[in-house]
């Protein structure tokens, strides 16, 4: 099962980066030049909503079932977890960060429907998606990917 999971999560991730990726250049595009928003805006971030939600769903799923996570292991220390920098990586600093990713996109998102006209509407998507779309590409686990 952890097989299958993790191949999803992977394959799933370039999706996400694509996605998260369009609707972060869209919304800078869209502050900077000053155009109106339109539906077709609306639908870019939502999507970059979904994907990354859908892949923080796949992650969480992960932490409990990889052999990688030492969280749940008897005799791990916590200490013996953070000394090594590549079990770090996996059992704190991606999990976190990814949750952070997804809370920025989440409140972005949110924080965009409440704005009455275009500029404000993206400038929220540009802030939060910008900062989330930085957090995210520095975590993503490069080494596994190529």
Do not use: C
Request: proline share 4%.
């Amino acid at each position: 099962m952890y097989d299958a999971i993790q191949i999803v999560h992977s394959y799933w991730a370039y999706l996400v980066v694509l996605v998260v990726t369009l609707a972060t250049i869209n919304a800078l595009a869209g502050f900077f030049t000053k155009r109106e928003y339109a539906p077709k805006d609306f639908r870019v971030s939502l999507f970059a909503l979904i994907v990354t939600h859908l892949q923080l769903l796949i992650g969480i799923i992960i932490f409990f079932v990889s052999p990688k996570i030492l969280w749940f292991a008897d005799g791990v220390a916590v200490g013996d977890i953070m000394k090594d920098p590549l079990v770090r990586l996996y059992n704190v600093e991606h999990p976190f960060t990814m949750i952070v990713v997804a809370a920025l996109i989440t409140i972005g998102y949110s924080k965009h429907k409440k704005k009455l006209t275009s500029t404000p509407k993206f400038k929220m998507l540009a802030i939060f998606y910008t900062i989330a779309f930085a957090a995210m590409l520095y975590m993503i686990p490069w080494s596994n990917w190529f």
